[in-house]
């Protein structure tokens, strides 16, 4: 057996999952976690539908792109992904979807403003716009790199998708499901055509800090971390 085989079960899990639920169709998207300890992700293939994967369909893959495991070619958002654990040294997983509230904003380019404390304590205090660049480009990629020293934990990819972040999959997986609630009430908020309150500014930093203190936690455990 793979020494790498729960990160796999674990992207499948969550890979099927992000279907189920709605957050994208088809085989877009992309889910992957960071081997604790090692330069190297577990990441869903390219073009593979999400039901029909099994554990050893998952790419295992090091960050100069060689495929260390797996049958199929890796995501084409593979150097995304890996631009993300070398920037974030909080960040243990990364999924890339397509939810239908949190595409509307990344269609109309803007970004949403922090409404709710328990979502603002989890993704940060703003699900800031990453401007366009083709899939799979490392224009993409650069324009990712430019957006993650906001401490963040969501972004939305301009006429793309969502990005979203974390410690581990499950905590990424449920920033996603925050991220998309916040998108979801604010946009029928702004259908009212009523000015949308926000959290006070004293309030969002609070909790920002307070995200940010987790986040420093978990570099510094992998920082010193013994290989």
């Given at each position: 057996?793979?020494k790498?085989e729960?990160?796999?079960?674990?992207?499948?899990?969550?890979?099927?999952m992000?279907?189920?639920?709605?957050?994208?169709v088809?085989?877009?998207?992309?889910?992957?976690?960071?081997?604790?300890?090692?330069?190297v992700?577990a990441?869903?293939?390219?073009?593979r539908?999400?039901?029909e994967?099994?554990?050893a369909?998952?790419c295992?893959?090091?960050f100069?792109m060689?495929?260390?495991?797996?049958?199929?070619?890796?995501?084409?958002?593979t150097g995304?992904?890996?631009?993300?654990?070398?920037?974030?040294?909080d960040?243990?997983?990364?999924?890339?979807s397509?939810p239908?509230?949190?595409?509307i904003?990344?269609v109309i380019?803007?970004p949403?403003?922090?409404i709710?404390?328990e979502?603002?304590?989890s993704?940060?205090?703003?699900t800031?716009?990453i401007p366009?660049?083709?899939?799979?480009?490392?224009e993409?990629?650069d324009?990712v790199?430019?957006?993650?020293?906001?401490?963040?934990?969501?972004?939305?990819?301009?006429?793309?998708?969502?990005?979203s972040l974390?410690?581990?999959?499950a905590?990424a997986?449920?920033?996603?499901?925050?991220?998309?609630k916040s998108?979801?009430?604010y946009?029928?908020?702004?259908?009212?055509g009523?000015?949308p309150?926000?959290?006070?500014?004293?309030?969002?930093?609070?909790?920002?800090?307070?995200?940010k203190?987790?986040?420093?936690i978990?570099?510094e455990r992998?920082?010193n971390?013994?290989?």
């Amino acid at each position: 057996m793979s020494k790498y085989e729960q990160y796999k079960k674990d992207v499948v899990k969550y890979g099927q999952m992000m279907l189920t639920k709605g957050f994208t169709v088809g085989t877009g998207g992309n889910v992957s976690i960071l081997v604790d300890g090692e330069d190297v992700l577990a990441i869903t293939p390219s073009n593979r539908e999400y039901m029909e994967l099994t554990p050893a369909d998952i790419c295992i893959v090091d960050f100069d792109m060689n495929i260390i495991e797996g049958q199929f070619n890796p995501s084409r958002e593979t150097g995304l992904h890996i631009a993300v654990y070398k920037n974030r040294p909080d960040a243990n997983a990364v999924i890339h979807s397509h939810p239908i509230y949190s595409s509307i904003f990344a269609v109309i380019g803007k970004p949403v403003p922090p409404i709710f404390d328990e979502v603002t304590i989890s993704i940060g205090n703003s699900t800031d716009v990453i401007p366009y660049a083709l899939s799979g480009s490392d224009e993409l990629v650069d324009h990712v790199k430019t957006k993650l020293s906001n401490r963040c934990n969501c972004y939305v990819l301009q006429n793309h998708g969502a990005l979203s972040l974390g410690t581990t999959i499950a905590k990424a997986f449920r920033n996603l499901e925050l991220m998309e609630k916040s998108s979801q009430i604010y946009y029928h908020a702004l259908a009212t055509g009523e000015q949308p309150s926000v959290l006070p500014q004293d309030m969002s930093d609070i909790l920002f800090q307070l995200l940010k203190a987790e986040q420093d936690i978990e570099a510094e455990r992998k920082k010193n971390k013994t290989p």
